[in-house]
């Protein structure tokens, strides 16, 4: 009989499909990457930036365009239950950023280049290299119109990934033109695509008027031949254009960073023009988009602030580290595994594992389990499993001479060795200087 002062067993949660935990070891990698990224932003003068996660619904309508997936069908959108406001938790950052520099008069002074880290989020079938809550590294040149800027952030893209050891992905890169070159290539395009409607899909059908750009993109095999002959971008564009894209090339060719030029790269947000670009993989299936980005100099405006030029990429990190492996971005080794032998010296021991950690070395001390201590052979078993370059033994006698036993768990050749608890900062700084 079920006493009814017990109460039910709760239901077991889990994560929700697509939004996944990131859990040691393997958050040592993300970390590791994100040291890398903050590095590299730091070699290059951009500055940190962070954006809330949930933004007004009208800030991506109004940036990315209301005819594009994203809007149409990805974004997790909600009314505030307090106040009626329509909000969405972003789907990417650059249209925030933008928000964020417009809020703050960031560009009062001139030019910012900006980077982030965090968590996007889409409403899509979860599937290899695309989640639901995915991450993004992303670097955001504002208030800079010329091609330099371009050039800047693709080669700290392509930095990025050599420091990454990412070898096997390809650049390509297109222009987009002016507004007033895109759309002398829109009705061109409406008209060829008219003229073949019977081989469109409906999907096709419904975008042709709205957004024929994206037509380019189908991967439909019945519409391919009909792509294939559609009017090209580059044959609207004017010679400043042309010039701003040759000058991007120029720089990329001087520091030899090769490149494939793409003209039915088009991208699919609404706010680009000029130069737009990819670093694509074969490696990971129909995702093998790593880094995409290009410039964008009307979306300020686009968001209710004054006309500035800008330009930038976003990076996917699930990518990134899926690309470059279980066996990169290892983190640096524990330095030290503190074994006890019992409880009441753990004050002595805080104290002197507080001094190592002070003098910059990692540490980790054994805790009391399931009510007790381990063995000392049990503890020695799971300090070497913890990857330690060295054990610190405070055992009964070693308290009693106020010492520590210090044993190397990764060289034999290491002399096991006893140093006062008082000079164990010495021996820490002896051991940072040796490494």
């Not at 406001?85 to 900006?114: C, F, Q, W």
């Not at 800047?152 to 033109?177: F, K, P, W, Y």
Request: net charge negative; charged share 25%.
């Amino acid at each position: 009989m079920t006493n009814p002062a017990t109460p039910p067993k709760a239901e077991k949660l889990s994560a929700i499909k697509g939004m996944n935990d990131i859990l040691p070891p393997d958050s040592a990698r993300w970390e590791a990457l994100e040291d890398t990224v903050r590095r590299l932003m730091r070699a290059y003068a951009y500055e940190n930036i962070r954006t809330p996660i949930v933004e007004h619904t009208a800030l991506f309508v109004r940036g990315l365009g209301e005819v594009t997936d994203i809007v149409e069908k990805e974004m997790y959108s909600f009314e505030d239950k307090l106040n009626g406001d329509k909000l969405t938790m972003r789907p990417e950052n650059t249209a925030g950023v933008v928000r964020a520099a417009i809020e703050h008069s960031l560009l009062y002074n001139g030019g910012k280049r900006l980077y982030y880290m965090g968590p996007m989020f889409r409403h899509e079938r979860p599937q290899r290299g695309r989640y639901r809550q995915f991450h993004q590294i992303g670097a955001e040149a504002l208030g800079f119109g010329g091609p330099e800027l371009d050039a800047e952030v693709i080669l700290m893209a392509h930095a990025l990934c050599q420091r990454l050891g990412i070898t096997d992905i390809e650049l390509q890169i297109n222009s987009l033109g002016q507004p007033h070159e895109r759309n002398a290539h829109r009705s061109a395009l409406i008209a060829h695509f008219e003229a073949h409607h019977d081989v469109l899909d409906p999907e096709a059908q419904r975008r042709l008027h709205l957004n024929p750009l994206r037509l380019l993109d189908s991967k439909n095999p019945a519409m391919q031949e009909v792509i294939g002959a559609a009017p090209k971008l580059i044959e609207f564009l004017g010679e400043a254009s042309k010039a701003h894209l040759a000058a991007v090339l120029e720089i990329l060719d001087a520091n030899g960073v090769a490149h494939t030029l793409n003209h039915r790269l088009v991208r699919g947000l609404d706010y680009y023009n000029l130069t737009v670009f990819e670093f694509v993989t074969t490696r990971l299936g129909s995702q093998g988009t790593v880094c995409a980005g290009g410039r964008y100099d009307y979306l300020m405006e686009q968001v209710g602030g004054k006309p500035a030029p800008a330009v930038g990429w976003a990076m996917g990190m699930e990518r990134v580290l899926e690309l470059i492996g279980e066996q990169a971005l290892v983190t640096a080794p524990l330095d030290v595994y503190a074994l006890v032998t019992d409880v009441a010296d753990f004050p002595r021991v805080h104290q002197c594992l507080q001094q190592l950690r002070q003098c910059g070395l990692s540490v980790q001390m054994q805790a009391v389990a399931d009510g007790a201590l381990p063995g000392i052979k049990s503890q020695f078993k799971r300090a070497d499993a913890s990857g330690a370059r060295y054990a610190l033994i405070f055992g009964s006698d070693e308290m009693a001479d106020r010492v520590v036993t210090v044993k190397a768990l990764r060289d034999a050749s290491v002399a096991q060795v006893r140093r006062p608890l008082d000079a164990v900062a010495q021996w820490a700084y002896s051991l940072q200087s040796a490494d």
